[in-house]
């Protein structure tokens, strides 16, 4: 049974920092890709940040600079960052493995996790 959890979401003023992280199990970790995506109120799912099984990284626009995915293959864990938080950045943060990519759009990905509430306040 595959699990992908997330954590460390939660509340935070603007200009703050969190770390999620996701704990897999249930699949050869090292072997997928991963990814993080985002749903705000109303709005369509957002491509976050991806990282590859050899640890390559990509970054939406929006999170460039600002955002960093990593991943540590010993405890089958992937990280996203989160620094110099804004109040766009407000969404539910869901975690993603491809046993081939992360895609942008989502529509292809193996495994999902059940989410977890990031809310910067102004």
């Known amino acids: 049974q595959v699990q992908l959890v997330e954590s460390g979401g939660g509340l935070v003023q603007a200009g703050g920092s969190l770390r999620l992280s996701c704990a897999a199990s249930?699949?050869?970790?090292?072997?997928?890709?991963m990814g993080w995506y985002r749903q705000a109120p109303g709005k369509q799912r957002e491509w976050v940040a991806s990282?590859?099984?050899?640890?390559?990284?990509n970054y939406a626009d929006s999170v460039k600079g600002r955002f960093s995915i990593s991943r540590d293959n010993a405890k089958n864990t992937v990280y996203l960052q989160m620094t110099s938080l804004k109040p766009e950045d407000t969404a539910v943060y869901y975690c993603?493995?491809?046993?081939?990519?992360?895609?942008?759009?989502?529509?292809?990905?193996?495994?999902w996790g059940q989410g977890t509430q990031v809310t910067v306040s102004s």
């Open positions: 993603a493995a491809d046993r081939s990519s992360i895609s942008r759009t989502g529509w292809d990905i193996d495994y």
């Open positions: 990282i590859t099984s050899g640890g390559s990284t």
């Open positions: 249930g699949i050869i970790f090292r072997a997928n890709a």
